[in-house]
């Protein structure tokens, strides 16, 4: 099969998922005005891997079947292959903005770096190393949409999953012939309304023990098995708005979080890629290297986003002329820095990629976990230089609409700026209001903190990994050298 068209994609939603928001069952993601931008923007990504002049940037020949798959599913062998994934990453990350982050390339890059690490995954059992590569096969060759949970429920953090009072995680409840059955819940699941698949994978820490056991699993299953209910937070889009330019980012690119319920959901034994094996849950990412391939994707739509960010505020500042006072140049400096910094971290884990225990390579990991550590924080100042840069005028245009009512002529007037007309100047503001002040914003920033983790921890980890003992090396060479030669003068200058 190999790369689907929009079309294609938007018919397998309409399978009878179970979704609910407000209150209420979705009938069909493609038509509910919740739901129906996004579903579109998904459509558009899809069609994108067909258009003639991007058909070789986005995907490659299939090894199996020489049909056209996504190129985010390669294996990467060299440092051309990253190289070239980044591009087809970017490629999609910049027609969002950087702002559709779950774009079907993160789990697709997911679920490859798992799938090159099977004999890691095997080590719990051969049927599981199997497994994993068996689905990245299917993935791969019907260009699958999915989306992942990871997180047990916020119920009680001081104490392990499985000494908790009230036992409310997804865990192994019934193992039969034809699979697992799962009972509970699971936490955060974003792009779960537009995916096929839901891969259920750890990341809490387990303690290795026999309670534990029940929530020690890796699997997949397909978003509409019977007993899988997705629960939606409201949504971001402005539902009835007098014109879409209005909220030009929040209309087409709020990809839904949510929660997802397990009611005795049947895992067929060959979508089970662990099974009650706390040792194999805890580290897997690091063990698989899948952490370093997913993050080459999502730094590289960090990249795109701070782009956005930045051109974003060089056209604002242009329409009012503010960008000839110097604080200002410098809070565009700072932009620029952001961006620049990003791409020199991508580009040096690139350049230093190694080769990994499973035939693939994979890039330096430390300066994308340092692009992960900080983007958090530039994302936030990157909305506030935007508010700082808009003020007043962030909120000082109408609607979009307004240029066509009975207030047409006067809108034309007054709504000008030294550098543009009055439609340029509204359609303009009202995307910086959506990119840095609108709920669409305050999701986005939140995403950032903690999409890759919980950033204190995540600090401790990166603490850990790091290779400090060269470091520590030198300062106690320093301070020895430095010793010895005081000794030594010392010796030099006393009595014979
Ligand atoms: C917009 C958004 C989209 C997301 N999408 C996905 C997704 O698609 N798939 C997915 O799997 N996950 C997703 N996540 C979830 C994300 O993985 C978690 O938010 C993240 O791992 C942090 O876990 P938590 O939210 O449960 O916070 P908690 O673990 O409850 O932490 C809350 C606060 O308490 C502190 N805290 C709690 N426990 C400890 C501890 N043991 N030690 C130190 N500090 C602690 C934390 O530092 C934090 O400040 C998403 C999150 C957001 C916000």
């Known amino acids: 099969m190999g790369i689907r068209t929009g079309s294609e994609v938007l018919a397998s939603f309409r399978d009878d998922r179970e979704i609910w928001i407000d209150g209420e069952r979705v009938k069909d993601v493609t038509t509910d005005p919740r739901f129906r931008g996004a579903a579109q923007a998904m459509a558009d990504l899809y069609d994108m891997q067909h258009e003639p002049e991007l058909v070789e940037r986005m995907t490659f020949v299939s090894p ?4 056209n798959v996504s190129l985010s599913y390669i294996e990467p062998k060299s440092i051309a292959d990253l190289e070239r994934r980044r591009v087809m990453v970017k490629t ?14 993160f789990m697709n890059i997911h679920v490859t770096g798992f799938a090159s690490a099977a004999s890691e995954f095997a080590k719990g059992g051969d049927a599981y190393g199997r497994n994993i590569r068996g689905y990245y096969e299917h993935a791969r060759e019907n260009d699958v949409s999915m989306t992942h949970t990871l997180v047990n429920p916020q119920v009680d953090r001081s104490v392990p999953v499985h000494e908790q009072s009230k036992d409310l995680a997804a865990k192994i409840v019934k193992e ?14 974003t792009l779960a309304a537009y995916a096929n698949d839901l891969m259920v994978m750890p990341s809490n820490y387990l303690q290795n023990e026999e309670a534990a056991k029940p929530y020690a ?22 539902l009835n708005p007098a014109s879409e330019m209005d909220y030009p980012l929040s209309s087409r690119f709020d990809e839904t979080d949510s929660m997802i319920i397990f009611d005795d959901v049947l895992v067929p034994w060959e979508r089970v890629f662990i099974y009650r094996n706390v040792e194999m849950c805890n580290g897997l990412y690091h063990r698989t290297q899948a952490m370093n391939q997913i ?3 999502f730094c590289t739509k960090n990249l795109a986003k701070a782009e956005f960010m930045m051109g974003l505020a060089f056209a604002l500042v242009r329409t009012t002329k503010i960008d000839v006072h110097q604080h200002v140049q410098g809070m ?26 499973f035939g693939t390579v994979a890039p330096d990991a430390m300066p994308l976990w340092t692009v992960r550590m900080m983007f958090p924080k530039m994302f936030v100042r990157m909305c506030e230089i935007v508010q700082l840069m808009g003020a007043g005028g962030l909120v000082g245009v109408p609607s979009y609409a307004e240029m066509k009512g009975d207030l047409q002529a006067d809108v034309e007037k007054y709504f000008q700026a030294a550098n543009a007309d009055s439609a340029s100047r509204i359609k303009l503001f009202r995307l910086a209001y959506d990119a840095a002040v609108s709920s669409f914003s305050g999701r986005q920033q939140l995403y950032e903190r903690f ?13 850990n990994f790091y290779a400090k003992d060269a470091y520590i090396d030198r300062i106690w060479g320093m301070l020895d050298n430095l010793e010895a030669r005081l000794d030594a003068a010392t010796a030099q200058a006393a009595p014979a």
Not at 176 to 189: F, L, Y
Not at 451 to 463: C, F, I
Request: with cysteine.
């Open 451 to 463: 999409y890759t983790g919980d950033p204190v921890r995540l600090a401790g980890q990166h603490y």
């Open 295 to 297: 993050m080459h994707q």
């Open 217 to 238: 699993f890796g699997f997949n299953v397909p978003v509409n098995t019977k007993g899988l209910k997705i629960v939606c937070r409201p949504t971001a889009v402005h």
């Open 64 to 67: 199996k079947t020489d049909d």
């Open 92 to 105: 999609w990350m910049d027609a969002t903005c950087g702002m559709f982050g779950r774009s079907p390339d």
């Open 176 to 189: 039969t012939d034809s699979g697992v059955v799962i009972r509970g819940a699971r936490m955060v699941a």
């Open 332 to 357: 565009l400096s700072e932009l620029i820095n952001f961006t620049e910094f990003v791409r020199a971290c991508i580009r040096a884990a690139e350049a230093d990629a190694k080769p990994t225990p």
